[in-house]
Each structure stands twice: as structure tokens, then as C-alpha cells.
């Protein structure tokens, strides 16, 4: 949220006005009660949507109008519309970050699940869903209640492009197709997928697009213009939001603060109507980051005038400003003639197509779908239960040397926990998180297991000087096993607080090392972290056994830590990001957008998918305390790619090989179906997580591998589980040009499923081949 000198006062007026009328909201729009409006045609449900929506722009007056364009949106009381603050978040939970929603009274929490990046780990889409289908419930009766909103500012999708950005925690990772994958779970878990074109609540997918840096060496996320290629954009930016509109079926997209090739990402209709709007035919309104239309005027100095920012937004597509810009400069950009009424009733079709949808138009909610839910619905046990599952299965065993883990109580009659995020609650929940039903910490989760000895080693993650080692070090002899939690918080890595190196902060490595050599028995290192951190020290230590990323576990983040490290959960998450060496910075700088590596220009590249250099962890890295085999048991080895009849007899050859463009392919049904048999070799029953790769034969344009599928199966110890799994050719199979050309390439895929690798030849229907 940024707001400027000029537009300050207005907002926070306009603030406290949201704010009273949430707290003593009294009734609904379309109140039965009111005998003037219920008979109106914009409050009758029976009538189509599209109508309503038409019959109550109709009614309203310019300054009405112009009232409704902001996220802080004035009433009218004539029409017994009363005001609304459209910003909630519910990124893991329902938070009070927004004006929209508050805590008190009957609902003095809610249920706080562990940060994105940690539930991202999972690679568990079932459980994505069920989360959203949970924050839903709890939003819900929030808003019967009068306390909360229905329009929720949530997933963040971008891509962790960078391991610096302060706000990767908040997203899937760095994988387009399971950021697409997550965003689409999450959306349909949140707006309910089985209430037709109605909504359960409207969640966004922001931030569109090419947003991931903050405030790094001088550069900030106002100021910063992302230079993209066409082919970056297609392959990688593009792909969660892509899915997130045409699978998720999400009622809103936010753009985002920052420029992309010069023009602001929020006064641009190439992206706006062209792509959100036209390409992938978004049902919704679009919305601006906060005061983004403020930031492309007053920082950016985009336009000449407020009133040219003004019509530039509205007329790139843009339905709602966060912030109160629009509500101050339209009517001059209409007095001026460069915006017309009619754009501004498209701009309001949109968004209270989305309230009707929601049934804000429908009256008291207790008779209609959801307005059963109350306060009993919120933090119950079983939503209480998901948050700790959930964290257990986003937990990474890193390291098990010997093994070292799991511990017994039976063998470990004494832990020392140590490290300042040993004993730690709030930092558990991230950022964008609300109040939550109550904590776990590390220390008690363990303490519930056997007989804790807590040192914190450092008081704060900053972990300025060795004052505290001393107490750290004697814990350390006198235990039988020693666990250190260590890692980062929201003082390190935030929004607007990117990093500046990826090793741990201060003394902490040294207390680490120090700790690890005096410990009398086995030493275990639990770090908490959005983004990765290079502890290749850790990792070559012989004197420390095991190592667990638990990201940011959320509320019960003790419980599932707990869990894992005495082996009563057996772990199975993977991670959803490369951890690169420190050394990887001085050759990457943050403001560089390309993905692909670059001999020439000695740029290593990044993320997996392109990233040429050594590795602390690489993507997909994840150990269990059992042994999992893979047989693939059925594949085929040749799959013919149907054309569309006018491109049968044409030839097409790239610069590195035969491939055939997407649009050309007929790719409804073309899918590769492959079952894989997964054996449990171990001892121990286990989640295992499948990932499935593909290596193209795409010359160097292409990915060095890319995730293709994944899944999430349990495997009881000594059985077998056959899984199978379908890749679509055109969706996953395809690479993207220098042109931005999303094309097939003919010939061998190889398909990498752990150790086993199998080839799958593709061929065009025809000898033929496609000209562009």
C-alpha cells in the first residue's frame, strides 16, 4: 500500500467512514425491510445478473458512480446501498491486514495455516484446495457476522524468480505449472467450485504481472521498469495467472506497482483487455495494487496530468483503484474529454456483476447458500487439525545422515532446543496473516515428546553477538540430542524488505557450528525461512545429522515440527525452490528478467528450469525416512500429434528442429497417459511426492527439464501403489520461441520420474510439417 501527499487525507477519511460503517453495519443491501428498494429490479435474485447489473447503473448519478470506482466505496443510501471496503486477504488464512475485515468480538481469530511457500512444498493440490475451501467458511461467517468483507486479495502467484524477494514467501515457488496448479486449486477452494457462476467469496490473483522485487540496491518496486521479453512473458509470468483465470475461474486480477517495458502494468490494455479481459475471457473486475494508479502519476510520472492517469487506467481496463486516485481525478478526466461515462459503466459492470454474484444484492444472508455459517464455523477442531497437516506435509528433510532422524523419546530423554526461533509464535504465521486460534512453538511441540532444556542462543534472528552462546553451548553437552531452530522473520524479509545475501544472519552460523561441536549426542538444524539460505556449511558438517526446512509453519508449526523430528509423521515434502550458493548473487542482479542463462554474457540463469551452476538444494529436493522406488509400468513410446486439417500439407522448421505451433495442433483430448508404480521399500508408512519431468528436444530456447505433473500418494510400508498420471502434450509438452510462439517439438521427450527415465517420440499426423 503506497499512498501520496495529495491523496492521504481523502483516504483516510474515507477510511474511517468504511470502518464505522463495518462495525455497525445493521442490514444489507436489498434489504426486504425496505419497502422502496426490495421491488427494484437490481434486488430481485430472479432476474438475470447481467440485468440487475444494467437496472442499478442505470439508477446511479455520475458522483454516484464515480464513488463506487475505489476500493473504499461510498454508499448510497438512496438506493440503500450502504458502503463497502472491497480489500480483504486471505492469503493463508483470513487476515485484518485489509480495512475490510476485522477481529473481535464473536470472532476474535482465525485459523492461520503455514505461509504459501510452505503449503506449496506439499505438491499437494487436494490439500490447496481444502485449505481455501476452509479460509471460505471462516470468511463467510465473518460476513454474516458484520465483521468481514467477500472480496479477498488473495493468492499471490508470482513467480520466485529471485531467492532475495521478500515476498517469495507469500508465493508457490518457482515453478510456473505449480504456481498454475496452486493458484487454481486455491481459487476454486475459496469461491466454491459447485455454486455455478455464483460465488462462495471472490478471491484475485495479483500481481499482475512481472512483479518480484521490492526494494533491492536502490531500486524499488515504484520505480522499477521489468524489461521482458515476449518470450519470458509467454513461458514463465504469464503461465500461474493464465491458469488461475481459464482453470481457476477467479473473479478478480490485480495488477501490479512496477512498469513493464515502460508503460505501467496498470494503464496498459495490451495486458489489461487484451490478455486478462480478451485472451483468457476473465468473469471479473481487475483491480489496482494499492494506489498503483497514484504511483504511475506521482513516482513514475507516466502522464502529465492526475486526469490522464486517471483515463489511461480506465480505458487500459482497469475496473477498481485500490486507493482513492480515481475517486478524485475522473470526473476531470470527464470534464476534459478524455473519458466517456460509458467506459466508467464498463468498469462498474464489472465489479457488481461480481457483488451480485456473491448475492451482496440479495438481502439478509441467513436464507441463501453460506449464510448458515457463524462463529461456530470459525477455528474449529478440524480446521485447527488441516493448519497442523498442512504444515507436516510442507515440512523438507533436507539432511538424515546415519540416519539421525527420527528421535525417541525413548532413546532422547533430554533435547536441548536452541535458537532464537526455538520458542517463537507470530513468526510462524508470515506475512498477510490475521489472528490466529492459537500457537504451538517449536519448544512446546517438542517438550510434548520428552524433557526440553530451551537456550535461545541469540535473542532475535539478527543474532548480533555471541553473548548467549555460552548457556547454548552447555545445553548442547548435557542433552541427549539437540535441536537448533535458526533461520529468518519478517525483520529480514518482508514486503518492501528484500535481502542482500542469502547466508544466515549474523552470528547465527557460528553459534551453529559451535553448538553442533559440543553436542553430546545427535544435532538437528530446523530452519524457518520464506526464501532459500545458503548452509552449504550445514549440509557439510558430518557433526550435525539432520536438517529440516519447515518454511513458515503457520499456527501449529511446533506441532508438525515435533511430529517430523520424532518420526509419529513421516515427511514428504519437496522444495519448491532452488537454493542457490551465496556466490550466485554478484553474477545475477535482481533487476535482470531473463530466466535463460547466457554464455556470452556469463549470466548463470535462473530457477531449475534454466539455471546453469552449482547448488546448496535443488528444486524437488525432499528426503524420507523410508526408501521409495519408481517403475514406470505403462507409457507409451511413440504418440502421433493430430493437426487441424488446413495445416496438414504445409512445412514449418525452426532454427533448432521440426516443432509445430500449439494453435495448429488439435489439442483437446492429446494427452500421454503413464502409470507409474511407486514401492515402499521402507519401514515406515509415507506420503510420497511423485514428480514427473519432461527434457525437450528443443534446441536452446527450451527449458534443461520442466515439471510436467505431479502428485501427492501415500504408500504403506513394503506395498506398492500404482499411480497414473496424464501430461497434456499441448499444456505441458510445449516450449516457447524467441517470438513468444508456444510450439510442440517433434521427436524424443524424455521423461524423468525420479531415477527411471523414459522417452516418448513425437510425431506429426502427416510427413508434412508446419510453416509459420
Not at 186 to 194: F, I
Not at 638 to 664: C, D, E, Q, Y
Not at 676 to 693: A, C, E, M, Q, R
Amino acid at each position: 500500500m503506497r499512498l501520496t501527499t495529495t491523496t492521504l487525507p481523502i483516504f483516510l477519511c474515507s477510511l474511517i467512514l468504511i470502518l464505522v460503517n463495518v462495525s455497525g453495519r445493521a442490514s444489507f443491501a436489498c434489504d426486504p425491510k425496505d419497502g422502496k428498494i426490495k421491488h427494484l429490479p437490481f434486488c430481485r435474485s430472479s432476474i438475470k445478473i447481467s440485468d440487475r447489473v444494467n437496472d442499478l447503473i442505470g439508477r446511479l448519478t455520475l458522483k454516484e458512480k464515480i464513488g463506487l470506482l475505489v476500493d473504499n466505496a461510498a454508499a448510497v443510501p438512496r438506493l440503500g446501498i450502504k458502503g463497502y471496503a472491497w480489500w480483504s486477504e486471505a492469503l493463508h488464512g483470513v487476515s485484518n491486514v485489509g480495512p475490510g475485515t476485522r477481529f473481535g468480538g464473536e470472532f476474535p481469530a482465525a485459523t492461520s495455516f503455514p505461509q504459501v511457500i510452505t503449503t506449496a512444498a506439499s505438491f499437494n493440490s487436494t490439500l490447496w484446495e481444502e485449505i481455501g475451501r476452509v479460509v471460505s467458511d471462516e470468511a463467510r461467517a465473518m460476513y454474516n457476522g458484520g465483521m468481514g468483507g467477500l472480496t479477498y486479495w488473495s493468492p499471490n502467484v508470482n513467480i520466485l524468480r529471485d531467492p532475495r524477494w521478500g515476498r517469495g514467501q507469500e508465493t508457490p515457488g518457482e515453478d510456473p505449472v505449480v504456481a498454475g496448479k496452486y493458484a487454481a486449486s486455491y481459487v476454486r477452494g475459496l469461491q466454491g467450485n459447485d455454486a455455478g457462476d455464483r460465488l462462495k467469496v471472490a478471491a484475485c490473483c495479483k500481481h499482475y504481472t512481472a512483479y518480484d522485487l521490492d526494494n533491492w540496491s536502490g531500486v524499488d518496486r515504484f520505480h522499477f521498469n521489468a524489461k521482458v521479453s515476449k518470450q519470458e512473458m509467454v513461458d514463465t509470468f504469464d503461465v500461474p495467472f493464465r491458469s488461475c483465470v481459464l482453470e481457476g475461474k477467479v473473479a478478480s486480477v490485480m495488477c501490479s506497482y512496477n512498469q513493464v517495458n515502460g508503460i505501467p502494468t496498470c494503464a496498459d490494455p495490451k495486458l489489461l483487455k487484451d490478455t486478462i479481459r480478451g485472451d483468457w475471457r476473465l468473469n471479473g473486475y481487475i483491480v489496482s495494487d494499492c494506489d498503483s494508479v497514484g504511483v504511475f502519476y506521482d513516482s513514475q510520472h507516466y502522464t502529465s496530468t492526475p486526469e490522464e492517469a486517471a483515463a489511461d487506467a480506465i480505458k487500459a481496463g482497469l475496473d477498481l483503484d485500490c486507493g482513492p486516485f480515481l475517486g478524485v481525478h475522473t470526473e476531470g478526466a470527464i470534464a476534459k474529454g478524455i473519458l466517456k461515462e460509458a467506459e466508467i459503466n464498463g468498469a462498474l459492470f464489472n465489479t457488481l456483476s461480481v457483488q451480485m454474484r456473491l448475492g451482496m444484492f440479495d438481502g439478509e444472508p441467513s436464507a441463501h447458500p453460506f449464510g448458515h455459517l457463524g462463529p461456530r464455523d470459525v477455528c474449529t477442531p478440524a480446521h485447527q487439525e488441516l493448519a497442523v497437516e498442512a504444515a507436516r506435509q510442507g515440512i523438507v528433510l533436507l539432511k538424515n545422515r546415519g540416519p539421525s532422524l527420527p528421535l525417541s523419546p525413548r532413546h532422547h530423554h533430554t533435547v536441548a532446543v536452541i535458537g532464537p526461533n526455538s520458542d517463537v509464535t507470530v513468526t510462524m504465521i508470515g506475512n498477510y496473516a490475521g489472528v490466529a486460534c492459537g500457537y504451538t512453538s517449536p519448544l512446546q511441540g517438542i517438550g510434548r515428546y520428552t524433557r526440553t532444556i530451551h537456550q535461545q542462543g541469540c535473542k532475535d534472528v539478527a543474532c548480533t553477538d555471541d553473548k548467549l552462546f555460552g548457556g547454548a553451548i552447555d545445553a548442547a553437552r548435557n542433552a541427549d540430542a539437540t535441536v537448533l531452530v535458526m533461520g529468518l522473520d519478517q525483520s529480514i524479509e518482508a514486503e518492501f524488505r528484500d535481502r542482500t545475501g542469502l547466508l544466515l544472519p549474523g552470528h547465527q552460523q557460528e553459534l551453529v557450528s559451535k553448538v553442533a561441536a559440543a553436542s553430546k549426542g545427535p544435532t538437528i538444524l530446523v530452519l524457518m525461512s520464506g526464501g532459500p539460505v545458503d548452509i552449504s556449511f550445514a549440509k557439510n558438517d558430518p557433526r550435525i545429522g539432520g536438517i529440516l526446512w519447515v518454511g513458515y509453519p503457520g499456527q501449529a508449526g511446533g506441532t508438525a515440527i515435533a511430529d517430523i523430528l520424532f518420526g509419529s509423521h513421516n515427511p514428504g515434502g519437496k522444495l519448491p525452490m532452488t537454493w542457490y550458493p551465496q556466490d550466485y548473487l554478484s553474477k545475477v542482479p535482481m533487476t535482470t528478467m531473463d530466466m535463460r542463462s547466457s554464455r556470452s554474457k556469463k549470466y548463470p540463469g535462473r530457477t531449475y528450469r534454466f539455471y546453469n551452476g552449482p547448488v546448496v538444494y535443488p528444486f524437488g529436493h525432499g528426503l524420507s525416512y523410508s526408501q521409495f522406488v519408481h517403475t514406470i509400468a505403462n507409457a507409451p513410446t511413440i504418440l502421433s500429434v493430430p493437426l487441424h486439417g488446413r495445416h496438414h500439407s504445409s512445412a514449418n522448421t525452426t532454427l533448432f528442429g521440426k516443432s509445430i505451433r500449439v494453435t495448429h495442433a488439435k489439442c483437446n483430448k492429446l494427452s500421454i497417459s503413464v502409470h507409474v508404480d511407486i514401492k515402499n521399500v521402507g519401514s515406515k508408512d509415507g506420503s510420497h511426492t511423485l514428480l514427473v519431468f519432461s527434457r525437450p528436444p528443443a534446441g536452446h530456447w527450451g527449458p534443461h527439464k520442466q515439471l510436467v505433473a505431479f502428485a501427492k500418494v501415500h504408500v504403506a510400508a513394503r506395498t506398492q501403489q500404482r499411480v497414473p498420471i496424464k501430461i497434456h502434450v499441448c499444456k505441458y509438452l510445449s516450449v516457447v520461441d524467441r517470438s513468444g510462439i508456444r510450439r510442440i517439438p517433434m521427436g524424443d521427450h524424455s521423461l524423468h520420474i525420479g531415477d527411471t527415465i523414459h522417452s516418448v517420440s513425437l510425431q506429426a499426423e502427416t510427413l508434412g510439417v508446419i510453416r509459420s
